[in-house]
Each structure stands twice: as structure tokens, then as C-alpha cells.
């Protein structure tokens, strides 16, 4: 199984100001079509999560541009630009190369 | 408006069955991947299962296999979670989601298992 593993934030992070959330796999997640196949989401406190990004870096449909994804094919970045009180919760990313599917164990921001 | 309802949950024994079902409206379901996402209290989420657009194909972790069974009704446009042989580790809230891109969610519905 490909094993997903998530950094740790400094948290609070103060509004307005930027933070990168990392993960990094076990395995490349870069498949024979060129894509790589990784997605984030955020989970708001007593809410479903939401999709934020897929195939790495392309942003969801209605997904602020202050949520950029970048990485190689076993480490990943979400930036989170100009961070505001509504971006709280807890990230998580997910490949989606093979099964089983799998997640990180999440990170959490907390604004300040 | 896209939505996905789940329905079915609630307190059942170890070693019984329950089944969840998830309605889904506002896009063509028959289109779609269909999943199972489980989070259990204060913990992360774990994928449980995925079924293709026809239900031909179905996939698991090792966790829940040989236990669980998804499928779906496109006329209906359902997705179904059967559990049987549940275990106390299974209880969580389970969400609906669609897998060709996760970008679309149930609100989830929780699943105790206990004695």
C-alpha cells in the first residue's frame, strides 16, 4: 500500500499570512499518462470534506486561487496564500495512483 | 444542485449487519465512480470502497474486504454500503462520495457499533 505522511504546521498562523502544508508517499504517484495522481482536501470543523485539488496542482472547480499544489512525484505542497479565519480545519491529502486509496493523517490549521 | 444523502446509520451489536444507502441528484450518477469514505471520532479518513460506473468493478481495503459489499442502482440512482460482521473498529461516520474525483460529498452518517 502507498503510505501518505503529512508534516505538521507551526500553528496559529497569523491571517494574512502565507502556509505550505506538506506530504509526501511511499511510492511516485506519477502515472503512465503523465499525470500525478494526488488530491487535497480541507475539512472544516463538523464539515464533509472538500476537494481543493487534484492531479496535484489543478484547483477544483470554485476553489480560491490563494490554494496552490505543487511537487515531484513523492512530495507535495499546498500553499495556502494569504490565509483568512475560514481556511481553518484540517487538510488532508490523498492519492488516488492505485488501490487501496489512501489517505494522510491530516494537518491542522489554526488561524490566529 | 449536486447532493448526496446517506441514510441507514446507527447503534448496532458487534458481529451484526447493517446496510447504507446514498441517494444522489444533481448530476448524471450513471457517470460516475461511486465511494465509500469512513471517519471514525477525532480520527482521519479511510477510504472503504469504490464501485465503477456499471458496478462490474469493485474494489476495497484489506480492512473491510470479504465484509462489506458496495453497489449501486443507477436507475435509482443509489449507492449502497452492505456491513456484515461489524466490528467495534468499524464505527465511524461513513461518507458517500463520488470517486472520479472526490468532488462531491455526503453530509455522512454515523455507524456505532457496540454491545
Known amino acids: 500500500d502507498i503510505v501518505m505522511t503529512q508534516g505538521v504546521l507551526p500553528n496559529p498562523v497569523p491571517s494574512g499570512e502565507s502556509a505550505s502544508i506538506t506530504c509526501r508517499s511511499s511510492k511516485s504517484l506519477v502515472y503512465k499518462d503523465g499525470k500525478t495522481y494526488l488530491n487535497w482536501f480541507l475539512q472544516r470543523p463538523g464539515q464533509s470534506p472538500q476537494l481543493l485539488t487534484y492531479w496535484m496542482s489543478t484547483r477544483a472547480s470554485g476553489v480560491s486561487d490563494r490554494f496552490s499544489g505543487s511537487g515531484s512525484g513523492t512530495y507535495f505542497t499546498l500553499k495556502i496564500s494569504r490565509v483568512r479565519a475560514e481556511d481553518a480545519g484540517v487538510y488532508y491529502c490523498q492519492q488516488v495512483r492505485e488501490y487501496p486509496l489512501t489517505f494522510g493523517s491530516g494537518t491542522k490549521l489554526e488561524i490566529k | 444542485e449536486v447532493q448526496l444523502v446517506e441514510s441507514g446509520g446507527g447503534l448496532v451489536q458487534p458481529g451484526r449487519s447493517l446496510k447504507l444507502s446514498c441517494a444522489a441528484s444533481g448530476f448524471t450518477f450513471s457517470n460516475y465512480y461511486m465511494a465509500w469514505v469512513r471517519q471514525a471520532p477525532k480520527k482521519g479518513l479511510e477510504w472503504v470502497a469504490t464501485i465503477s460506473t456499471s458496478g462490474s468493478r469493485t474494489y476495497y481495503p484489506d480492512s473491510v474486504k470479504g465484509r462489506f459489499t458496495i453497489s449501486r442502482d443507477n436507475a435509482k440512482s443509489s449507492l449502497y454500503l452492505q456491513m456484515n460482521s461489524l466490528k467495534s473498529e468499524d464505527t465511524a461516520t461513513y461518507y458517500c462520495?463520488?470517486?472520479?474525483?472526490?468532488?462531491?460529498w455526503g453530509q455522512g452518517v454515523m455507524v456505532t457499533v457496540s454491545s
Open positions: 462520495a463520488s470517486s472520479s474525483g472526490f468532488d462531491y
